[in-house]
C-alpha cells in the first residue's frame, strides 16, 4: 500500500476490504508521505516491508523474486500522485489497485491508460459502490433488458461535510481535497466520478453530451463543490446527475434511478441491502439484498436481514481484482466477477473534463 | 363552475375540497363542451343553475342582484379554454378559480392578467400542492432565513401513466392533453408549472436564467413528455427541475429538497404528513403535520398522526380564495391565508415558454 | 348530530366525512350538553333545526313526516350517553351512526343491540379504520385465502398525547376520557377497540380466549392506558394486541401485520397509502391504494399517488351506511360497501371486558 | 475455533468478525465433527493447527508455552456441545467466545458459570447484536436516563424461514435447530435470547415475572418456533416480547422499541445505521450512526452515511472479548468496550426456561 496512514479515512477501509475474505495480507507499504512518518505508520500496521519512499518500494519490490514479491500495490494516496505512482508499479510488472479519481487530468490518465496496456498488469480502479450485490442485480437487470430501452437517468450524489470552509480550518480530509494541484477537481472528482461510474455501471449506456453547470458554492474555496449535468446518451435516453458537497444534513447521498420503457430500479447507497424494481402494471417489488425472489449471487456473504455494508461492498471489489490477478498468475478465465478497470478511471476522468469545459453549454463526449 | 363533468379527474376533486370545510356550495355550472352533456352532468351533480353553454352561463349570471349571483367560477376545461371564460368571467365582475396551467401562452397569460387586474377580481389558480400544510411550513422556515441563503433546489415531478402513447389508445384524460392545440405545452404544462410553483411558493427564489432539455420520449406524441431544467437563481442559488410523465413506476412524484447555508428540508408529496428538516450540526428531525415541535398552524384540519391528504391541501387553496373573496365583498382583509394568484399562473405559463425556448441552451427569465 | 360542539375533535371529521361525496346533508342537532350552548353551537354550525336537548330532538324529529324528518342521527358524545341516546332514536324509527365505543358496559351494548335489532335501524359504528381502501384490500386478501390460514397477527395502537396526566391539566379531550363514568375504560375503550375491530374486520378469526395486562401507566390516572394482550384464535391463530397511550413519540400509531402460512400483509395508519405485501418465494410487493397491480376499487376516490387520509376513510363507513340506509328506504340491496355495524360494536365493548377481567389470566371470550 | 466447518453459516461470520481490525488472527481449530471432514474443512481454511476432535485440541494446546498457545477458542457448534467444549477449554485455562444461546439448560449453564468462575478465564457469549454502534447509543441513553423512567419495552424477532418444515427437508442449518437434543429450544433459543439480550442491554431492567405463550406453528415440529411474551420489569415497566421464525416475508426482523416517561428510541436491525428518538414536546430525530448531532464512537469505523452492517457489529462484539483479554494477560483494564459475558449467556437460558415453564401463567424469573 502507498498512503493510508495516520488520519486517512480510506486506507484502513482498504485494508479492512482486500482482507475480509482472507485472500490477502498487507506485507508492504509505504503509508506516509515522509519516510520518518512512513515508517512509523508501517510499523504501527504491523506490515512486514516497511518503505520510506514509494520508488523505493518499487524498485525493491521489483527486484524480489516472483514468489516473495507482492502481487499488487494498492495506491491511496491524495490524487495527484496516482499516475506517477501507479505507472511506475506496472512498469515494473506490479498489478496495481488503485483509488479513484483515476488521475488529475485526461492526459495523465490517458497516458497511464497506454503505459498500464504495453505492461499488461491487472489494473482496478476502486469504485467501492459497483460491489455492492444489488448494484450488480441493478446492472444485470438493466443490461439483461429487463426494464427495455432506457429512457431517463437520475444519478446523485450529496454529501453536506463541505458546507463550510472546512479546508480553511485545516480538516486533512478537506485540504488536499481542496487544492487544485493535490486533488485536480473537487467534487466533480471526488464523487461525481462516483455517480458517473455508477450510472455506467449499471447501464452501459455511452454519453453523447452533456451540458454542465459547475461552481465552488462555499466562499474562498478554488475547486468546484457543487454541479448539475444534463446528459444525452447514444440511443436516446436522458439524465441528469448531481454531485455537491455543499447540502447541509446530507450524508453519502449516492442514489441512482433508471426509468426503461417496462420497468425502472431504485437504489439508494445509505440503505444498500433494498432495491425497488417496477414493472409496468404491476406493483413495485422491494428486492433485498439475499431475500425471496431476488437475485441469488453477486457477492452476497450473509443470509436475508443480515445487513451488508460499505466494506463488504469495497471487499466485492478487491473480490474481483484478485479473481484477475489468480487467473494472470495462473492463466486461467477470471470468472463473472467484475471489477472496475482502468477504462472506467479514465472515463471518470473524462467525465470531470468534459463537465468543467462545458461551461454552461453542450459539448461532446 | 365550467367543466368537470362525466369522466373529469379534477372536476369532483374540487367539489370535494371546495366544500370541505361547509364555506361553499356548488349551485351553478356548465360541465361539459356540448348543451346536452353540460345539462345532463349539471343534473346529475345537483347543481340549482344548469347551463348549456358557459357563455350563457356569464351572461346569466351577469344579469342577477349581487345577493343571488355565485361568488365565485371555477374553471376546470381544458387549458385552451382557461383564458377566453375567465377573462369573460372577470369582466363580468365574477371572481375565478382556475386550474393550472392558467393559459397555453404566455401572451394569452399577460392578457388575462391584465384583464384581471383592470377589474379587481379575485383570482386563484389552483396550485393545490401550495395547500398542504407542511408546504406552507418549509415555506415559512426557507423564507424566514432558517436554513441560511438558499444554495441549491432539486424539484421533480415523475410520473408513469403516459409512459405509452395512451391518447392514441383513446383515454380521455391523455387525449386533450396530448393535443397541443387543446393543452399547450405536455408534461411542462401539466406538471412542470405544478414543480416550478413549488419551488417559488416554498423558497421564493426568482430564476435568472435556464437550460431546459425537452422532449417527447414515446414516439407518435407531439407534445413534450419528459424534461429537464438546469436552473440559475437572482442571489446564486442553482437547482435542478425534473419533469417526466413516461417514467415506469412512479405514480404522482412530486418532491423537493432544498439546501441553505446552515439547513435543509425535504418533502415528498406521496408520504405528505412528513417533513425532513436538518441544521448543520444536527441529527435531521421528522417534523409531521401536527406533531410535537413541528408546525401549529397552516392549515391543518386533523391531530398528529390521523393522515392528511390531496383533497385537504386542495380545500386550503380554497380557504385562501375564500379568505379573499370575503375579504374583497366585506372590505376586511383576507387574512394571512395563502392562495396562489394570477402572478404565480403567469409566472408558470412563462417557465414553460422558457424552457420550450431554450432548446439546450440558456435562456434568460 | 348529538354531540360534536365546540371544542369537540371528532365532531367536524364526522360532518366533513358525511358530506365528503354530497351524499348527505347536516340539518339537525344538539351539539352540546347544556341547552344554551348546544342552541349557540348550532347555530354556529348552520344547522337549519337546532334543539337545546337530544330528548327534545328525539321527539320533534319522530313527529315529522317522513320526508321532512332526518335519515339518521349522529351521536358523537362522549361514551355514557351512546346507550340511551342511541336507544331513543331507534325507537324513534330512525337510523343511527354512533362513536365507538359502542357503550361503557358489556350490559349496556348488549341491550342497545336487542332494542336495535327489535326496530330494524341501520345501526353505524363508526370504526373509521375500516374505511381505507387497503384496509379492505387487506381483507379481500386475507378473507380470500392468498395468505392461506392465518398464524400469527401483530397489531399496535401507540400513542403519545396521554403520557402525562393531561385530564388533570383541564384538557377537555383528556377530561371525559379519564373519567370512568363518562368514558367507561381508558385506552382499551378509546384506542384498544380500533385494533380489535381493525383486527377482526381483515381476519374475520374470533377470539378465543385471551390474556390481558392492562394498568394505569401515569400517577393519579383511574382508567387504563397502557395494555398488551395476549390473543388465542380459534383455528389456532395467536396473536398479541398492545394498545398505550403512554408512548412519548407516538402520534397515532396503529399497525397491523398478519401472517400467514404462504404470505403476510403489513400496514400502517400513519402512511396509509401503501401496503406491503409477502408470499412465499417472492419479493414483498408494495401495493398503493390505486396503483398498478393494486385493489382497484374499495372505495377509492383518487388517482395512485395522490394521497388519501382519515377523512377520506371515514367518509367511506359513511357511504357504507348510506348506503344501506338508501336499500332500507327503497327496498334494494346495499352493495357490497361494508359498514361497521352493532355488531362489531358490541364485540369491541366485549373485549374491552374481557381483558379488564382478564387480570393477568387466561378467559374465554 | 470448534465448528463451523463447511455448510456453516455463523462460523465464516466469526472468521470475518474477529479479524476485521487486523487485531486476531485464526490460528488453530476443529471446524467440523468427524476427524475426517474436521482435518478437511481446517485445511480448507488455512489453519495452522488442524485438529480432528475438540478434545485434542484442549489437550494439545493446554500443553503450548503460553506465547505459542492460543489466546481464545471460539466455539459455534451446535448448541448441545457448548457446555461440555466451554468448560474443557475455561478448565485448561483458555478463555472462551462462545456463541448463543450458551447451552441447552439452565443446569448445563450455571454449571458452566461456576466452572468460568473457579478459572477466571474472560468468557463472551456472541450477543452480535450488541455490537451495533447505535444499539451501544440507545444504551446509553436509555440507562443515561434520558428517556427517564422506562414504562414499555417491545421488542421482537421475526423470522420467515422456518415457515415450513425445512428440517424436514434435510436443510443443514434447519436440521440440528429442529432437534431438541441438539438445539435445546427452538425459535425461544435461536432468536428469542438475542431479542432478550438486546432488551437487557440497552434497559438494564430485570424480568420480574413473565407469561409466555410458546408453540409449535408448523406440524412435524419439535421445538417451539413462535412465541409472544408478556413481561413486568422490576420497577413497574412492561413489555411484550415476540419471536417467530414461522413469519413469511419476513427476512431477519429484529427490533426494539422503548418508551420512558420522557422520550422514547426504536431501532430496526435490518437498517441498523438510523435510529429515532423522541423527546416529550419536540419533533423525532433520525440519528445515524456517525452523523451530526448523533453518537459519536460507540465502535464506528467508517464516516457517516457509508453503511456498516451484521459483520462490523460482530466485530465489535470481539474487540470488547480481545481487550478484556488484553486487560488480563496484561493485567491492565479492558476499558468501556462492553463484550456480551457468562452472565448474559446465563440469563438467556434462563429466558428460555422460564419462559417454556410458564405454558400460558405468569411465572417469577
Known amino acids: 500500500m502507498v498512503g493510508g496512514g495516520r488520519g486517512a479515512f480510506i486506507g484502513p477501509v482498504h485494508r479492512m476490504a482486500a482482507t475480509l475474505d482472507g485472500e490477502a495480507e498487507f506485507v508492504a507499504g509505504c503509508l506516509s508521505s515522509t519516510p520518518e512518518r512512513a515508517i512509523e505508520s508501517g510499523r504501527e500496521a504491523g506490515l512486514k516491508s516497511v518503505y520510506g519512499t514509494w520508488e523505493e518500494m518499487v524498485e525493491r519490490e521489483r527486484a524480489l523474486p516472483a514468489g516473495e514479491r507482492i502481487d499488487a500495490a494498492v495506491i491511496v494516496t491524495p490524487n495527484h500522485l496516482h499516475a506517477t505512482v501507479a505507472a511506475a508499479f506496472a512498469k515494473a510488472g506490479i498489478n496495481v489497485v488503485c483509488d479513484k479519481p483515476l488521475t488529475r487530468t485526461l492526459a495523465e490518465a490517458e497516458e497511464l491508460e497506454r503505459e498500464v496496456s504495453r505492461t499488461g498488469v491487472v489494473f482496478c480502479v476502486t469504485y467501492n459502490y459497483t460491489g455492492y450485490p444489488l448494484v450488480r ?4 437487470m438493466v443490461r439483461g433488458g429487463q426494464l427495455g430501452a432506457v429512457r431517463r437517468v437520475a444519478v446523485e450524489y450529496y454529501q ?37 461510474n455508477l450510472m455506467s455501471f449499471v447501464t452501459g449506456l455511452e454519453v453523447e453530451s452533456l451540458c454542465a453547470d459547475v461552481r465552488s458554492a462555499v466562499a474562498g474555496r478554488t475547486v468546484d463543490d457543487d454541479a448539475s449535468v444534463l446528459l444525452r446518451f447514444r440511443g436516446g435516453a ?29 437504489w439508494r447507497q445509505e440503505n444498500p441491502n433494498e432495491l425497488r424494481v417496477s414493472a409496468e402494471g404491476e406493483a413495485t417489488r422491494v428486492l433485498t439484498r439475499a431475500g425471496a425472489g431476488g437475485p441469488t449471487s453477486n457477492g452476497t456473504r450473509l443470509p436475508s436481514g443480515h445487513p451488508e455494508g460499505f466494506i463488504e461492498a469495497f471487499a466485492n471489489v478487491y473480490r474481483g481484482a484478485f479473481a ?17 478497470t482502468i477504462a472506467d478511471g479514465v ?19
Not at 137 to 140: I, L, T
Not at 324 to 340: C, Y
Open 160 to 196: 453536506g461535510w463541505l458546507a463550510t470552509n472546512l479546508a480553511a480550518e485545516g480538516q486533512k480530509q478537506a485540504a488536499w481535497r481542496a487544492d487544485p494541484a493535490l486533488a485536480g477537481a473537487g467534487a466533480l472528482g471526488d464523487i461525481g466520478t462516483h455517480a458517473e
Open 324 to 340: 484477475a490477478i489468480r487467473a494472470k498468475q495462473g492463466g486461467q478465465a477470471a470468472g463473472n466477477l467484475p471489477h472496475p
Open 238 to 266: 436522458r439524465g441528469v446527475l448531481t454531485a455537491s458537497q455543499v447540502c447541509v444534513g446530507e450524508e453519502n447521498g449516492l442514489a441512482i434511478r433508471i426509468y426503461g420503457e417496462r420497468g425502472s430500479v431504485a
Open 137 to 140: 442485480a441493478m446492472r444485470e
Open 347 to 365: 472515463r471518470g476522468v473524462r467525465f470531470v473534463e468534459r463537465c468543467l469545459a462545458s461551461k454552461g453549454s453542450w459539448v461532446g463526449w
